[in-house]
């Protein structure tokens, strides 16, 4: 719940007026999700809630219009942010935490990890919640599993989302949403799309 109503208002006080051209669009499909294979761990068997681990991309990558090549978790599990925190991707607004973090585990139970793939100019970076919990979930009985991916040229964005568990009851309070945000820090005020 944390960051959770940080992350709503920006998405309440979000609209569809930008000051630029920008050219999103959503298209949903279903193929098979495969866990990354041989992939880079981001927390290294640390146990995480509202993780700020920081990934270098491997290309530049454009937020609305805005070049960056490294992306820095921050706020919910699932949120990621340009070097500059104004402009994010939200790959899921639920509160992801280490299923680890409820329990008495010393390593962590839900590996964050990435992995770059394909040849200079076609590159897709992938970051990957294997096994993610959730952190109002005290009994660690529900758990996600999701990628991230992002493509080097067109700045596509893709989310995929893997096996499950979320009893709809236990989260009926709180929206699961993807969202790309632009925030103007002096003014307070954020623009974006709410999928």
Known sequence: MKALKFVLTLALLSTNLFSQDVNYYFEQFTHTYSDLENPISINNGEIWDDPEYAIAIGFDFSIFNH????????????TLS????NNMLIASALDLADRGYNTN??????P????VDGELGKKVLKIEWKNAGFYEDEEDVYYTNLQLWIYEGSNMIEIDRGSTNIE??????????CALL???SLTETATGYLL
Do not use: H, P, R
């Open 112 to 115: 964050i990890s990435y992995k």
């Open 168 to 177: 709809a009851t236990f989260y009926l309070w709180e929206e699961n949403f």
């Open 105 to 110: 585990s010393n390593t962590s139970l839900s």
């Open 182 to 184: 632009e925030m103007d």
């Open 67 to 78: 070049q960056t090549n490294s992306l820095v978790f921050g706020g919910l599990g699932g």
């Open 82 to 85: 340009d070097t500059t925190l």
